[in-house]
C-alpha cells in the first residue's frame, strides 16, 4: 500500500512563498505519476500539477502556470511544490496524490492520497 504524507503548509501573505513536500512510502511500480491536487471550502477538488517519477516531465493547470514549480527527489522519494507568487485564492487544503496515468487532470485517476496541508494565503 502506497502511503502519501504532506507537509509545509502554513500561513503566508499574498506575494508570498511556501513549499509544499509529499513524503512516498511504499511505492509500486504501478506508481509512476505523482500530483498535487487542492480544494478550497464550497468548490471541487482541482488538478494543479504532475510530474512523471522516472523521467521527471512535469505539466501544469494553467492558471498556476510560471508561479508553481513542481519536482521529485528519487533518493528521497519525496514530490515538491514549489509555490510563489502566492494570491489570496490559492487558499485551500493541498493534496499529494499518485497513480498511473500520465496527463491527466482527472482526480479519480489517481489511486492513492495524503491527508492534505492546509494553505492559507492572507491579503
Known amino acids: 500500500q502506497v502511503q502519501l504524507v504532506e507537509s509545509g503548509g502554513g500561513l503566508v501573505q499574498a506575494g508570498g512563498s511556501l513549499r509544499l513536500s509529499c513524503a512516498v512510502s511504499r511505492r509500486t511500480f504501478t506508481v509512476y505519476v505523482m500530483a498535487w491536487f487542492r480544494q478550497a471550502p464550497g468548490n471541487e477538488r482541482e488538478f494543479v500539477a504532475s510530474v512523471n517519477w522516472s523521467g521527471g516531465s512535469t505539466y501544469y493547470a494553467d492558471f498556476v502556470k510560471g508561479r508553481f514549480t513542481i519536482s521529485r527527489d528519487r533518493a528521497k522519494n519525496t514530490v515538491y511544490l514549489q509555490m510563489n507568487s502566492l494570491k489570496p485564492e490559492d487558499t485551500a487544503v493541498y493534496y499529494c496524490?499518485?497513480?498511473?496515468?500520465?496527463?491527466?487532470?482527472?482526480?479519480?485517476?489517481?489511486?492513492?492520497w495524503g491527508q492534505g496541508t492546509q494553505v492559507t494565503v492572507s491579503s
Open positions: 496524490a499518485a497513480g498511473s496515468t500520465w496527463r491527466t487532470e482527472r482526480d479519480y485517476d489517481y489511486n492513492y
